[in-house]
Structures are given as structure tokens and as C-alpha cells.
């Protein structure tokens, strides 16, 4: 039987993303500082290595500050009509607290989003991806020190007022809610999230949101055409059973996250944090100015999506799987990837129609994607490619219901795939855990030519963004 219609609004912005920390390399070139993302040289669980010594993946990771130019031209070539990346803080203000920024930094993202315009695709900025001066962990103790805000909102306006007219779509955080399950990773606090004091943590969230309003407010100023979103890592949480009591604890679980969420988009902390902090034994500092900096709410939301997860108030059944940075209760009906993440494509249009049922903003699905070993074979034309039908069935999946969520009224407003270009993995930092559509050569060990080959999913993602999605109705039996 034949499904209704699918369908995606004209001008979704079909796309990819990126992120500097996993693809761009070059670590130490034109005045580059470390970043925290440098340090974590064994993944984000790993103990950081200040200063990294040795080899490490992400030093020259793919080599996209060297290799943009061909990349983008493959990411014309595919269609995209809008690409995901973000600047890296330590490009441009290498220790994090100068007040000059260094102009070669500033020199490399004029050239890549002039590179961008000649293609036609817009891009979507993020101002923090897991990355920020590794001085700033180690000087300040992160985002736990107040000054960060001041820093931010500086490195924040710079890049603004360089890149008006070039960039229209900002995000400030990446995975904001992720800071409290990997902290150095999200925040730059050394320790394990159970060994850091809570009300450290807490504070740090705090300026973190804190200075996202800020800088929401310095991009409507500088730009009232800016578009500033936040970011969260979506995972909707499912009672494990409808025995009330794990439907309690699911909302409790939900609400880890979507306490990010409600703060960016209401504008002010909710009552069940306040609940939460006072039981907890968790004080934060409120600045005098605070309560109205934060009325400065974002204009949409954006989150990544992999998984859904589960959640039991039983002892006995909490048994906990790994999913992306944070672990939770495996769903018993669900599949998953070769590193443990469970494939839930309805949970996509669940956690869709959730966020807009609660905020009336809309939402951008700016990561999703399958991590998978690649196998590289001979494309029978002289060159190599990946026969990835994997890959492109679990996207297909997750765009089919993102299109029921437009269905269901929601306002989607594009969809970027997770590292369309291979890149190296964020929390095991391998490079043979592949997202692209372009496959690139390089290995764990370093070794490879760092050529770039299209995959069988390079030609069937054109297809979908050439139809704007309609090829995907076909494939409907
Ligand atoms: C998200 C991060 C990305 C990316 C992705 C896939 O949490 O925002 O940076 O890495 O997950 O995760 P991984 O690289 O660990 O497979």
C-alpha cells in the first residue's frame, strides 16, 4: 500500500554537517591555540592530555582547512543547500582571553564562507562545537569561572561583525545539555560528572546559558537578520513500562534536557529545577543582571538526533547501555549500531512534535546519521567507492518521519546530516566510525592518502535533495 504523501516544505534546507575540532586538522597552523577538544586525545571519556603529545587523530583529522575547496565542491556537486560547521574559538583567539583576534583564524572562515556563496549554500554557524581554548580549562577551571561570559560574548561579537552579511544562521553551544554527562568535553571542567561537585556544574550550565542569551542578544544588534538557535542533543525518554513509577522517572530524565531548552526558549530557569536544586543541595550564583539576560530567547531550536532511550524507576532492570556520551536503559524493541546506539528513526517525529508542542519555535534537525565501518571497493570506473545501503537506509528512515512530523504541523526547517564528509568520531575518536557520504582515506592509525571518494549514499542523498525528498515517497511499496 502506497503511504501518503511526503512531503518537505519548499526551501528545506537539505544539508551536512561539520564540525572544526573533528575535521579541519591543521592544530597548530596560522596561530592556532589548543583546544580542549586537542586535549581529549583518547575520545571524550579520556582523561585530558594537557599539552596533547604524541599522535593524535584530530591534529590533522581530515585536513579540511587544506582541503575545503574540494570539499565544498563535492558538497556542491551533491546539491546541499546549507552546511553545518563551526568556527574554532581557538582560531581565533588562540588562549581564549586576548582582546585582538588573530586574523589568520579570521582569514580562513572569509575564505570558506566565500567558498560556501559560490555554491550556493548557506551556512549554519556554530559558535562553540565541543571546542574552546584549552587555556581557558586549564587558567580558569572552564566554564565554572564567571569571566568565560565575558570571553564568549567577546570571541562571539567578533566573529558576528566579521561575518554579517556571509552568515545568517547562528547556534552558541553544541549539545548545551551534554556538559553534564561529559564535562570537559561540553565545559572544559576537569574530573568524572559523578566526582565534580554539583553545584560546579550547575554553575557552569549557568554561564553557559548565561552567555548564550548574551550572545543572542549581540547577534540581534549587531544583525536584527541573524538567526541564533540553540542546540541540544535530542533523545526522547520512554517509560520502560507504564508502571507510573518509571513514567516519573522517564519525565524526570526528559527534563535533564529539556531544562535546556525551556531556559532558551521561556527565558527563565523552571519550577521543577528550582525543586531539583533545593533537594539536591545545589546553589548557584545568579548575577543581579542575570534573570533579564536570559529573557534574550533564541529565534529557533535546533537538536541532534541518534536515539531514544528508556528509562525504569526498577533497580533491577536499570541495567545501562552506552549511547552517544550519555548512557541509559536499552529499549527492548530497538536495533542498534555497530557501537551500541539504538536505531529508533519514530523517535525522530516523537521528539519533533514534543519540542514543538512545548515551544512553538521552529526546530532544525542539524545532526543524524549512521556511524558504520566502510568497506572501500573498486567503482568499476577507475576509481573507489562505498556500497553504504546501510547508511542510506537509516537515513532514508529518519527523513520519512521527519516528513511525518512536517506532516503532523510541525515546523521543520532542514535537515543536515552528521559528518556528510568522514570526520573523526567525537566520543571514540576513531576515524573507521564513519558518518559520510563522502568517504575519505585515512585510518586510526593515521596512515591514508586523505583522498576523498564518493559513496553509493553521495548519489542517492543528490537524488533526495534534487526531488526535495519526493524520491523518497517512491521508494514507498
Ligand atoms: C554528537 C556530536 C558530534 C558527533 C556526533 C556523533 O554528539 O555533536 O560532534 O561526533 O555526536 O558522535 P560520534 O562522533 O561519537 O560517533
Known amino acids: 500500500m502506497k503511504a501518503q504523501k511526503l512531503l518537505f516544505p519548499d526551501g528545506f534546507l537539505f544539508g551536512g554537517a561539520l564540525a572544526a575540532n573533528q575535521c579541519e586538522g591543521a592544530a597548530g597552523t596560522d596561530g592556532k591555540g589548543y583546544s580542549t577538544a586537542d586535549a581529549l586525545t583518547g575520545g571524550v571519556f579520556s582523561a585530558p592530555q594537557i599539552p ?237 543582571e542575570d534573570e533579564e539576560i536570559l529573557k534574550n530567547t533564541v529565534d529557533f531550536i535546533s537538536i541532534s538526533y541518534y536515539m531514544s532511550y528508556c528509562a525504569t524507576a526498577n533497580e533491577e532492570k536499570n541495567t545501562q547501555s552506552q549511547g552517544n556520551i550519555m548512557s541509559a536503559v536499552k529499549n527492548p524493541y530497538l536495533e542498534e549500531s555497530d557501537w551500541g546506539w539504538q536505531i529508533d528513526p519514530k523517535g525522530l517525529r516523537y521528539i519533533l512534535n514534543q519540542l514543538y508542542d512545548r515551544y512553538q519555535l521552529p526546530i532544525f534537525i542539524v545532526e543524524n546519521g549512521l556511524g558504520a565501518k566502510d568497506v572501500l571497493v573498486e567503482d568499476g570506473n577507475g576509481s573507489y567507492t562505498v556500497n553504504d545501503d546501510y547508511r542510506i537506509s537509516y537515513a532514508e528512515q529518519h527523513l520519512r518521519e521527519a516528513a511525518e512530523a512536517v506532516r503532523d504541523g510541525v515546523d521543520v526547517l532542514g535537515y543536515t546530516s552528521w559528518g556528510i564528509i568522514d570526520l573523526v568520531s567525537n566520543t571514540s575518536n576513531q576515524m573507521s566510525k564513519r558518518y559520510g557520504f563522502v568517504y575519505v582515506d585515512r585510518n586510526d592509525d593515521g596512515s591514508g592518502s586523505l583522498k576523498r571518494y564518493r559513496k553509493k549514499s553521495f548519489y542517492w542523498y543528490r537524488n533526495v535533495i534534487e526531488t526535495n525528498g519526493a524520491c523518497l515517497e517512491e521508494c514507498e511499496k
Open 52 to 288: 596533547p603529545k604524541g599522535f593524535y587523530l584530530k591534529e590533522e583529522a581530515v585536513d579540511f582547512y587544506h582541503h575545503y575547496k574540494e570539499d565544498i565542491a563535492l558538497l556542491g556537486e551533491m546539491g546541499i543547500k546549507v552546511l553545518r560547521l563551526s568556527i574554532a574559538w581557538s582560531r581565533i583567539f588562540p588562549n581564549g582571553d586576548e582582546e585582538e583576534p588573530n586574523e589568520k583564524g579570521l582569514k580562513f572562515y572569509d575564505r570558506l564562507f566565500d567558498e560556501l556563496e559560490k555554491y550556493g549554500i548557506e551556512p549554519l554557524v556554530t559558535l562553540s562545537h565541543y571546542e574552546m581554548p584549552l587555556y581557558l580549562a586549564t587558567e580558569y577551571g572552564g566554564w565554572a569561572d564567571r569571566r568565560l561570559i565575558g570571553f564568549f560574548e567577546h570571541y562571539a561579537r567578533t566573529v558576528f561583525e566579521r561575518y554579517k552579511g556571509k552568515v545568517r544562521y547562528w547556534l552558541t553551544f553544541n549539545e548545551i545539555n551534554m556538559i553534564l554527562h561529559a564535562p570537559f568535553n561540553g565545559g572544559g571542567i576537569q574530573g568524572k560528572p559523578e566526582e565534580i561537585d554539583k553545584s560546579i556544574l550547575y554553575q557552569a550550565v549557568h554561564h553557559q546559558l548565561v552567555a548564550s542569551a548574551l550572545v543572542t542578544k549581540a547577534a540581534h544588534e549587531i544583525d536584527p537578520g541573524f538567526r541564533v538557535g540553540c542546540m541540544i542533543a535530542g533523545s526522547p525518554i520512554y517509560p520502560l513500562t507504564c508502571d507510573p513509577e518509571d513514567v516519573l522517572e522517564a519525565m524526570r530524565k526528559d527534563r535533564e534536557s529539556l531544562f535546556f531548552g525551556d531556559v532558551h526558549v521561556r527565558g527563565q530557569y523552571p519550577g521543577y529545577m528550582k525543586r531539583f536544586f533545593e533537594e539536591n543541595h545545589i546553589r548557584i550564583q545568579f548575577a543581579q
